[in-house]
Every structure is written in C-alpha cells, then in structure tokens.
C-alpha cells in the first residue's frame, strides 16, 4: 500500500436529515456510504427506499464550506 499523500480530511457530513464523520477524498471516483448510516436515517424516519439513482449527466462538484 502506497503512503499518505497530502493531509487526511476529515469533515462532518451532513446527509438523510443526520450527521456523521466522514474521510473526505476530493480524487475519488466513487463514494461509499456505510449500510449503517442507511439504517439510523431509517430509524430517524427518513424513508431511505425513496432515494434515487442520479445519473452521471447531473452529477455536480461538493464544494466545501469552513
């Protein structure tokens, strides 16, 4: 495994009316979510069976905020 380049960014994510840690990779060509943060938005209330697939066309950048 190759080493850390540049500095690890970690940030509060806020997603499915919740907030969780997340490792934030400005390269990366996909995003995972753990089936976890699924199962507590659900437990929350959010009705995660009503989430869409959004297709590569829409797809647009996250900026961050400080």
Excluded at 4 to 30: F, K
Excluded at 32 to 40: N, S
Aim: aromatic share 2%; net charge negative; glycine share 10%.
């Amino acid at each position: 495994m190759g080493e850390l380049v540049g500095e690890r960014l970690v940030g509060q994510l806020n997603l499915l009316d919740g907030s969780c840690p997340a490792l934030l990779d400005t390269g990366s060509m996909i995003s995972i979510i753990p089936i976890e943060v699924l199962a507590q938005a659900k437990e929350r209330g959010y009705d995660v069976d009503a989430l869409q697939l959004i297709e590569n066309s829409q797809l647009r950048p996250v900026l961050m905020h400080s």
